[in-house]
């Protein structure tokens, strides 16, 4: 039976509960969130109470609806994640990787990655995806320079890489899960903005579909779910032990997890994977390309469209910074996007982004390109600049972890051990990590962003 069908026929039995959680279901909710939510929010965040099923040991309808996923998405075992795409790619790792042992990961990643560096002791080789300074974004996986890492590090144990990128673009997954193989070495896909190419080809091809053996998705970035859910899936020719990855799940998720939310994932994934879904879901598709070909036709405007998924419209405006674009769009159009850069824009799309919203966005672009908007100089500098810069490790991170540190001014820091995570968020890929050595390409960029120190190894 589904969670959603227990739940219902739960309620009718009428059961009196002296049980967590205290709200009752709803019969006591504080007056400022039910202003705000309702009461009905409540009616499905039970525990794992008599009859229920227990997330961190499914044998029940949890299990059942984690199986039922997993032949959706053509995975081997599929899990439910409470806890977002971070814990998914925390467990990912934890469950393959030893202290000590070598993890190659793109150094776009989410900085979920390095809270998995830090907890199993992994080695981190850092692999630079390519870099597009034309839009100031990373883009997809060189495969050669993949390949010369795996030959000069054969003892790697695993890849970690991101597929898409925030952005949208792709990489090669096919090639690049031939060459894992080649290499005997693990492949993890942190596909948390693809959640939904299952459910539409012309997105993109899911890794787990291109030979990945971990996936992990996030189902609120455009799926439609509510944060923070996100699955994790092991495909059926991995060679990864399902049970360990519920371990390393257990670890570091609550043991109180809300039948809301998983309520939230069972049906999410049901009305994508239905004919009314798909369908929705290609509808969303269709609007978002006529967009697309619209803002084309604009003078000034470029649209990103190098092998990416289409739901993420990057868009830059000539001789204007993606920052001057950003801040013109929130405040003239009262338009909030997803990230900028010095370059470009992210205007993140998904399943719930209503035609209305595109028209507007439609309109305001014309506006703002007809009309040549641009921000008083006065109030405005440009002249943050990033390019990616080979980090060279001085300390991993699990070894630096709680070391002492103090701030220093930035102008001090050449040559220093940095000890903070240090990165533009969004997209959240690190720029500096614990651990490495600051150089003077980092002191310039970060001194462009107005700030004045940073925190070194005592
Ligand atoms: C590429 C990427 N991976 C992972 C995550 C973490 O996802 P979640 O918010 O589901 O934990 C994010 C969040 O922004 C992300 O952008």
Same mark, same amino acid.
């Given at each position: 039976?589904? /969670? ?46 008599? $009859? ?63 809270? $998995?560096?830090?907890?199993?002791? +992994?080695?981190?080789?850092? %692999? ?9 974004? #990373? ?5 050669? +320079? ?12 695993? #890849? ?50 291109? $030979? ?6 996030? %189902? ?44 939230? /994932? ?24 006529? %967009? /697309? ?7 000034? @405007? ?43 824009? @992210? @205007? ?17 672009? /014309? ?34 972890? $709680? ?56």
């Amino acid at each position: 039976m589904s /969670i959603t069908n227990y739940i219902e026929r739960y309620r009718k039995n009428k059961r009196t509960l002296f049980t967590t959680p205290s709200h009752g279901q709803g019969d006591f909710v504080a007056p400022g969130t039910a202003k705000m939510l309702g009461h009905r929010f409540f009616s499905c965040d039970y525990s794992e109470i008599e $009859g229920f099923d227990n997330l961190s040991n499914p044998r029940g309808i949890i299990k059942t609806a984690q199986d039922t996923a997993a032949d959706i998405y053509g995975a081997k075992s599929t899990f439910f994640l409470t806890n977002g795409s971070t814990s998914g790619i925390i467990a990912a790792m934890y469950s393959t990787l030893k202290r000590g042992d070598k993890v190659v990961i793109a150094r776009n990643c989410h900085k979920s990655v390095y809270n $998995g560096l830090v907890l199993t002791g +992994a080695v981190p080789i850092w %692999l630079m995806p390519e870099y597009n300074e034309e839009w100031g974004i #990373f883009e997809s996986i060189n495969i050669d +320079a993949l390949e010369e890492i795996f030959l000069k590090n054969k003892d790697a144990k695993a #890849f970690i890489m991101t597929n898409p990128t925030y952005e949208g673009a792709m990489s090669d997954i096919y090639r690049i899960s031939a060459v894992c193989r080649k290499y005997n070495i693990l492949l993890i896909v942190d596909e948390a903005h693809g959640a939904l190419w299952n459910f539409n080809k012309s997105l993109g091809t899911p890794s787990l579909i291109q $030979g990945a053996d971990i996936v992990v998705q996030s %189902l609120h970035k455009t799926a439609g779910a509510l944060n923070p859910s996100a699955l994790l899936h092991i495909s059926k020719e991995a060679s990864v032990n399902p049970k360990l990855v519920q371990q390393a799940l257990n670890l570091i998720t609550t043991t109180s997890p809300s039948y809301s939310l998983l309520v939230n /994932i069972e049906e999410t994934i049901n009305f994508l994977s239905s004919a009314k879904g798909q369908l929705y879901l290609q509808e969303h598709i269709k609007s978002v390309n006529r %967009l /697309i070909r619209t803002l084309r036709s604009i003078p000034n @405007l470029q649209v990103y469209n190098y092998n990416n998924d289409v739901t993420k419209i990057l868009i830059k405006v000539t001789n204007m910074s993606g920052y001057e674009l950003s801040d013109i769009l929130f405040d003239r159009y009262g338009i909030e996007d997803e990230m900028a850069n010095e370059k470009s824009v @992210l @205007l993140l799309t998904g399943i719930g982004t209503t035609r209305t919203k595109l028209k507007k966005l439609e309109k305001d672009l /014309i506006d703002l390109c007809s009309n040549n908007i641009k921000i008083s100089q006065e109030t405005y500098t440009t002249d943050r600049h990033f390019t990616p810069v080979e980090p060279r490790v001085r300390y991993i991170p699990s070894v630096l972890w $709680g070391k002492m540190s103090k701030e220093v001014e930035l102008k001090f820091s050449l040559a220093r051990v940095c000890m903070e995570l240090i990165a533009d968020y969004p997209p959240g890929a690190p720029i500096l990590l614990p651990g490495e050595v600051i150089k003077k390409e980092h002191i310039e960029y970060l001194l462009s962003t107005n700030r004045t120190s940073i925190r070194v190894l005592i």
